[in-house]
């Protein structure tokens, strides 16, 4: 089995997938972090294929960076807070490691001040 990488976002307060959210994928090593990946959630919550396709798959340590500011203020669940205050979570970064060629399932679930995740299937 090829390994690959894919995710979702669940908007946990209001009980629905998080649609819109913009998600980068970093490849961890050493010191350097590059960037090999971008996608947008779906209605779904979802991205549209895997963020980490069987073909660029590698061992390793990533990086998932949720830029979930913009939605949290779109769908007001911010409201209140002043023109320019900072939000409490604006991007949620997660890092964890790939250590065998296998389905890797990182989700994000979301809500304007917390979050949670689990290696899923």
Known sequence: ????????VLDTARGV???GISILLF??????VEKIAQAVTNADGRTDG???PEGAFAVGEYELV????????QTGQVAG???GAPLFLDRVPIRFGMAE????HVPLLLS???YSTYRGS
């Not at 490849?27 to 350097?32: I, Q």
């Not at 949720?66 to 203020?73: I, P, S």
């Not at 060629?101 to 890797?104: C, E, L, R």
């Open 1 to 8: 089995m090829a390994g690959y990488l894919t995710t979702h």
């Open 50 to 52: 895997p963020i980490l």
């Open 27 to 32: 490849r961890v090593a050493g010191g350097s």
């Open 112 to 114: 304007p001040y917390g």
């Open 17 to 19: 997938p998080a649609e």
């Open 81 to 83: 807070l002043e023109e």
């Open 101 to 104: 060629a296998a389905h890797y």
């Open 66 to 73: 949720f830029e979930v500011g913009e939605y949290l203020r």
